[in-house]
């Protein structure tokens, strides 16, 4: 076992939680409440996740139930994250679009059975990335079209389509979300041993499976963040994601 679930392990955490709180509010980086909010939050849920997870796994009904709950957290996360207005919701559509065709073909292939212990890892997996691209690549785009709005107009002034003339501006900048995860899977085994490396290590497989597995979930997750991020771009090109009222002539 890696870590002793003991006194001494939480005294840890709460010292590195205070210290995360004090170098955020000595920098001013501005985050000091929601990086305590979020360290509080994260052992409350993965206590609770960790007896709950016991109980789903063993029937499907509830395993399904779980998945939707993760799928629908997840959501509500990256949407308010990017725009605060009544489009949020449709984060719901990247991280459906990355998500659902790769489970999809894993269970399919028969590579991740249908069986709670294995399929609630390697959703929750898949999810996060897809949070992850969708939240960078939705705020990216939107800002970049707040700040180049003026190109925008150029370019509709030149003819161009209004979704096409958005895309111009908002691609590169979106774009940049598939850089944790290409960052990630560069440098993988020579910067980082990411978890299910080390997870599978511990839980008494061969180096040669725990690097399988692991290349497995780097690969997949270049999938899921692909997708999220090109179909999160979309939303915003279109306008269906926005931080502002569109006006007729902007195609709402």
Known sequence: MLLPVNVTLGVVLAVLLVVAVAVVALARLGHARAVAVAGL???????????LIGWVVSAVPWLLCFLLLMFVVATRTAG????????????SVPIAAGVVPVVGV??????VPPRGLALIPVAGILIGGALTAT???????????????GEVEAGLALGLQERDARMEV?????????????DQTR????????????????GGASPVQAGAVQLFV??????????????VLELVACGR????????AEGE
Not at 142 to 147: A, G, M, P, R, S
Not at 170 to 182: E, K
Request: aromatic share 6%.
């Open 170 to 182: 908002a691609r590169p900048a979106a774009s940049d979300a598939l850089l944790p995860g290409l």
């Open 41 to 51: 939050r994260a052992a409350v849920q993965l206590t609770a996740v960790s007896y």
């Open 218 to 231: 780097l690969v997949a997750l270049l999938a899921v963040q692909a997708a999220a991020c090109a179909v």
């Open 135 to 149: 939240v960078l690549g939705g705020r990216r785009a939107l800002d970049e079209l707040e700040t180049r709005r």
């Open 241 to 248: 994601i926005h931080r502002v009222p569109l006006t007729p």
């Open 187 to 202: 440098t993988v085994g020579l910067v980082t041993l990411p978890g299910a490396f080390v997870g599978m290590l511990l």
């Open 106 to 111: 894993l269970l399919l292939t028969g590579l």
């Open 80 to 91: 308010r994250r990017i725009t605060k207005n009544r489009t949020w919701w449709w984060a």
